[in-house]
């Protein structure tokens, strides 16, 4: 099976614009969760879908939002960014479904996000 | 709330010498536990899991961990480290709510660098 798949793996953007990260889970896979990694506050987890329904959200501002389409696809959106917006962005995915959370994240490469 | 602890920055270690890397952890009911490395510009790669029954797990790559609920700690072991094991470890935590409640969410610690030395 081909792994957790993330595009574009390297963005550099400005100050003020938005940009989308695109994340492809593994086959089968309905749950995708995004993480946020920076060298000061480490790994934080921004959101999960599952289903094409956010499960679950940590404590991200509002411009940090997501979506997951029916082919469990997942995108997350950064509106408005700012220079601590930069970071690794890890998307990962699940064979877990309903009640079933003992299931291991495989993690994707990540997007490399630098804000001028 | 859930936390992670990593009390090490870094390891290191010389090859074939046993490697130890430290978590603690500190929740509200039974944990799932889990492992991960991450590579230098890659994403994490799982290792282990520690869900319920048997203390000592055994994962990828010859790794094993022990759980302690007395200590709250599950930390990560290998007999005899090699140097490709040089990388960054995570330990994370979830802990098995309702669905709504708890989902996926993985709660990390900040991380241990591992240097093995030839």
């Known amino acids: 099976k081909a792994g957790v798949t993330q595009t574009p793996r390297y963005l550099i953007k400005t100050r003020g614009q938005q940009v989308t990260l695109s994340c492809s889970p593994i086959s089968g896979h309905r749950s995708v969760s995004w993480y946020q990694q920076t060298p000061g506050q480490g790994l934080q987890f921004l959101f999960e879908?599952?289903?094409?329904?956010?499960?679950n959200k940590g404590n991200f501002p509002g411009r940090f939002s997501g979506r997951q389409f029916s082919n469990s696809r997942s995108e997350m959106n950064v509106s408005t960014l700012e220079l601590g917006d930069s970071a690794l962005y890890l998307c990962?995915?699940?064979?877990?479904?309903?009640?079933?959370?003992?299931?291991?994240?495989?993690f994707g490469p990540g997007t490399r996000l630098t804000v001028l | 709330a859930q936390s992670v602890a990593q009390p090490e920055d870094q390891v290191n270690v010389a090859e074939g010498n046993p490697l130890t890397v430290k978590c603690t952890y500190s929740?509200?009911?039974?944990?799932?536990l889990f492992w991960y490395v991450q590579y230098p510009n890659r994403g994490l790669q799982f290792l282990l899991k520690y869900i319920t029954g048997d203390n000592l797990v055994k994962g990828s790559y010859g790794f094993e961990a022990e759980f302690n609920k007395s200590q709250t700690s599950f930390h990560l072991k290998k007999p005899s480290a090699l140097v490709s094991d040089s990388a960054l470890y995570f330990c994370a935590v979830r802990v098995p709510l309702s669905w709504q409640a708890a989902g996926n969410k993985l709660t990390f610690g900040g991380g241990t660098r591992v240097l093995v030395k030839p």
């Open positions: 990962a995915s699940s064979s877990a479904s309903g009640t079933e959370t003992y299931n291991e994240q495989f």
């Open positions: 879908y599952f289903s094409e329904t956010q499960r």
């Open positions: 929740v509200s009911g039974n944990p799932y």
